[in-house]
């Protein structure tokens, strides 16, 4: 079946620019991740779906990043003006709940900001 | 100090060898235990859950030690497509689903 893809592949922006990148997570999943990997760096938490509950928050790095998640399916981050630290790859995971169960990942938005 | 730590890498292994690569975490609530691989350029997949009994996946062996909040990952008889790098993760149970990754430790195998 298909499994979690995300869109863009790659965004090359400028700074100040806001940007929206998208996750499809697999058909049926009620949990939905995002996360970020800097270059050289590990994977680092920005926020967590579970169902209908309040969103975890808590790895958001500042409020110039956001995240909603329409219908329980699609998710959407935004980044407004964006900073060149902003740069990284964006990974969206998706799981069966509860928590501890195997979360799959999608390929990933490759961000720029120039 | 970081949540989760890892050896350092890299690892430059010949085919055939066995390679362990060790991992601690700092939150003694953690409650699910993971290895996830990581191939260049590409998405996280997982490698195998770690169970407190131990577990083994073929030529992969994972072992977590709950006292000393240590865990584990041995691979025998290494292959060229073993090359990746190999990331611990934890999930603690009071926080949700969230994942905390280590740092990952790349392994290279060589003809």
């Known amino acids: 079946g298909a499994g979690v893809s995300q869109s863009p592949s790659n965004k090359v922006t400028e700074k100040g620019k806001d940007v929206e990148l998208r996750c499809d997570p697999i058909?049926?999943?009620?949990?939905l991740y995002w996360y970020r990997q800097s270059l050289g760096q590990g994977l680092e938490f920005l926020i967590y779906?579970?169902?209908?509950?309040?969103?975890?928050k808590s790895g958001l790095p500042s409020d110039r990043f956001s995240a909603e998640r329409t219908g329980g399916s699609v998710s959407t981050l935004t980044i407004q003006r964006t900073q060149q630290e902003d740069s990284a790859v964006y990974l969206c995971?998706?799981?069966?709940?509860?928590?501890?169960?195997?979360?799959?990942f999608g390929p990933g938005t490759r961000l720029t900001v120039l | 100090r970081k949540e989760v730590e890892q050896d350092p890498g890299p690892f430059n292994v010949p085919e055939g060898a066995t390679v362990a690569f060790n991992c601690t975490y700092s939150?003694?609530?953690?409650?699910?235990f993971f290895w996830y691989r990581q191939d260049c350029r590409k998405e996280p997949k997982l490698l195998m859950s770690v169970y407190s009994s131990g577990n083994e996946d073929g030529r992969f062996t994972a072992q977590l030690n709950r006292a000393s909040q240590y865990i584990s990952l041995l691979i025998r008889d290494s292959k060229l497509s073993d090359s990746a790098t190999y990331l611990c993760v934890v999930n603690v149970g009071n926080q949700g689903g969230k994942l905390i990754f280590g740092q990952g430790t790349e392994l290279s195998v060589k003809p």
């Open positions: 939150n003694s609530a953690s409650q699910s």
């Open positions: 779906f579970q169902g209908n509950s309040a969103p975890d």
């Open positions: 995971a998706s799981s069966r709940g509860p928590p501890g169960n195997e979360q799959f």
């Open positions: 058909s049926g999943h009620t949990a």
